[in-house]
């Protein structure tokens, strides 16, 4: 599935920016099967050991980070937890991203990111629709864009886990004046979550995927 969104955003008053930053996002297709998944997260995610094509900047990109509270997705069921309520689990493994511009030229910034996700004991399907935000912030400010991207997930028969990536093709960051550089500015990144699985994620809890699968079939072979 190929998709291209857009959203402009009008900008508070400040000095370092334009006034506007649009973001535009296209995700990646489903693979027909396991091996067909790993082959193509492989081929794209090569991007570890070699980095997204750059070229001679005016200046640093914009720091690009995952935010802690928003970094995993932790969906019980009736929001009991426990390994036996898992539904669904998902969680941003790693970020890489690159950036253009030159003299008064806004900022482009092209950025991929892989998501590991997860099947368990309570999930009622194998297809699941994740949704993730990317946001543009002055550095230690305000934000100045968000915008909230749908990345649909099948997981292989037989298997509770699988993984993608999903790539953010253009964000665009308009500048005031050949000063302003990428230093200026972050961009964030972070699954749409409640207020109870951020604060899940900010208290370091952790389950295993398949540890209430588990647990039922060794109960099971027990009786």
């Given amino acids: 599935m190929r998709r291209t969104l857009v959203l402009l955003f009008a900008l508070l008053v400040a000095w370092t920016v334009a006034p506007v930053a649009a973001v535009h996002a296209q995700a990646g297709g489903d693979a027909d099967d396991a091996a067909a998944k790993k082959k193509q997260r492989d081929a794209e995610w090569n991007l570890r050991q070699a980095p997204l094509p750059g070229v001679r900047n005016a200046g640093p990109c914009p720091f690009v980070k995952v935010l802690y509270d928003a970094a995993r997705y932790m969906e019980f069921k009736d929001n009991k937890e426990s390994s036996a309520a898992v539904r ?20 482009k910034v092209k950025m991929v990111a892989l998501f590991s996700f997860g099947r368990g004991p309570q999930a009622d399907s194998t297809h699941k629709t994740y949704r993730y935000w990317v946001a543009v912030t002055q550095r230690n400010r305000q934000v100045i864009a968000k915008d909230y991207f749908d990345l649909p997930v099948s997981f292989p028969a037989g298997q509770d886990r699988t993984s993608k990536t999903d790539t953010v093709r253009e964000i665009v960051i308009p500048r005031a004046a050949s000063t302003v550089s990428g230093e200026n500015f972050e961009i964030l990144l972070g699954f749409d979550v409640t207020p109870e699985m951020a604060d899940f994620n900010r208290q370091g809890k952790r389950f295993r995927v398949n540890a209430g699968a588990a647990a039922e079939a060794a109960s099971s072979d027990g009786k």
């Fill in 88 to 107: 669904y689990t998902g969680e941003i493994e790693d970020v890489s991203s690159t950036c253009e511009y030159r003299g008064t030229d806004p900022i």
